[in-house]
C-alpha cells in the first residue's frame, strides 16, 4: 500500500507535540517522494541532526517504501522567526 499524507500526518501527531505541519507528496500523487515542514515543541534543545534522526525513527515504516524523503524541522521559536523572515522577503 503506498504511503499516504494521512498515514505520515497521524504518525507524526500521535508521537510528538505539533505546532506547524506541511506534508507535501512531491511524487504527483504515487506516494513516492515526501516533503515534511514540521515545528515541535519536542525539538527543543536539539540538533538539527537530533531531529531529524527522530523524525526519520517516527516515519521508517513510511520512508522504508519512499523513493525520495526530506524534511524541515524547527521549534516553535524557530518557526516564528522563519515566519517573520518570509513575511519581511513578502514586503
Given at each position: 500500500?503506498?504511503?499516504?499524507?494521512?498515514?505520515?500526518?497521524?504518525?507524526?501527531?500521535?508521537?510528538?507535540r505539533?505546532?506547524?505541519?506541511e506534508?507535501?507528496?512531491?511524487?504527483n500523487?504515487?506516494?513516492?517522494n515526501?516533503?515534511?515542514?514540521?515545528?515541535?515543541?519536542?525539538?527543543?534543545?536539539?540538533?538539527?541532526?537530533?531531529?531529524?534522526?527522530?523524525?526519520?525513527?517516527?516515519?521508517?515504516?513510511?520512508?522504508?517504501?519512499?523513493?525520495?524523503?526530506?524534511?524541515?524541522?524547527?521549534?516553535?521559536?524557530q518557526?516564528?522567526?522563519?515566519?517573520?523572515?518570509?513575511?519581511?522577503?513578502?514586503?
Amino acid at each position: 500500500m503506498p504511503v499516504t499524507v494521512d498515514s505520515i500526518e497521524r504518525t507524526l501527531r500521535n508521537a510528538i507535540r505539533i505546532t506547524h505541519l506541511e506534508i507535501e507528496d512531491q511524487s504527483n500523487g504515487c506516494g513516492e517522494n515526501y516533503f515534511v515542514f514540521v515545528a515541535s515543541e519536542d525539538f527543543e534543545g536539539k540538533t538539527s541532526l537530533a531531529r531529524h534522526r527522530m523524525i526519520n525513527e517516527l516515519l521508517k515504516d513510511e520512508i522504508a517504501q519512499m523513493h525520495a524523503f526530506s524534511q524541515k524541522s524547527l521549534t516553535p521559536k524557530q518557526y516564528e522567526a522563519y515566519l517573520a523572515e518570509e513575511a519581511a522577503e513578502q514586503a
